[in-house]
């Protein structure tokens, strides 16, 4: 399994650029997978449907099929703060790619998704896991850097660039949760 991170401001273009990643890794043979950091409260479920009657009930976990879909659905009783990697381990192991949208501050390997017109910094320069800027703007970047800069609108290009650098994104389960 392969797993890269995508890291920037709210509104920089990371949901997008996830969102058109997809269907260029699967036109490549590639089964792809996202782990996405949500808000604290948000749900999946809904009043009335059996599954938010179980958990309302108090069931620690809920887990829904049918032929085309599951969905697990766990509660915690105390607030826990996952890492990535608990997330990650959570997936089925026949995926081919991961796609990590948020958590920024992690340890993965990550592309920084950047626009100058959000007024934002960037993250490039003092965090060692970027490796590769995705951006609209190029010509504004702040700092010089070796990187690969890649076009945010074209998302064959940064799909390109993550199956040309395979290897490099290369995940062990036990490297991470030892």
């Known amino acids: 399994m392969k797993v890269v991170g995508f890291a920037?401001?709210?509104g920089s273009g990371k949901t997008t650029l996830v969102e058109k990643l997809i269907p260029a890794l699967k036109l490549r043979g590639l089964?792809?997978?996202?782990v996405k950091r949500a808000h604290h409260r948000f749900d999946i479920d809904h009043p009335g449907k059996d599954t938010f009657r179980h958990r309302e009930a108090g069931a620690f976990e809920v887990v829904v099929a049918s032929q085309n879909r599951l969905a697990l659905?766990?509660?915690?009783?105390?607030?826990a703060e996952l890492t990535v990697h608990h997330l990650i381990a959570e997936l089925y192991e026949g995926v081919d790619w991961v796609l990590v949208e948020?958590?920024?501050h992690s340890d993965l390997l990550k592309i920084e998704v950047w626009r100058a017109a959000s007024g934002k910094p960037t993250?490039?320069?003092?965090?060692d896991f970027v490796v590769a800027i995705a951006?609209?703007?190029p010509a504004h970047l702040p700092e010089a850097t070796l990187r690969p800069v890649l076009d945010l609108n074209d998302p064959d290009a940064v799909a390109?660039?993550?199956?040309?650098?395979?290897?490099?994104?290369?995940y062990s389960f036990e490297d991470r949760l030892g």
């Open 8 to 10: 920037g401001y709210s």
């Open 31 to 34: 089964r792809v997978s996202v």
């Open 73 to 79: 659905m766990r509660e915690f009783e105390q607030p």
């Open 102 to 104: 948020g958590f920024k």
């Open 123 to 127: 993250r490039y320069m003092s965090d």
């Open 135 to 137: 951006t609209d703007s």
């Open 160 to 170: 390109d660039f993550l199956v040309n650098n395979q290897e490099r994104f290369h």
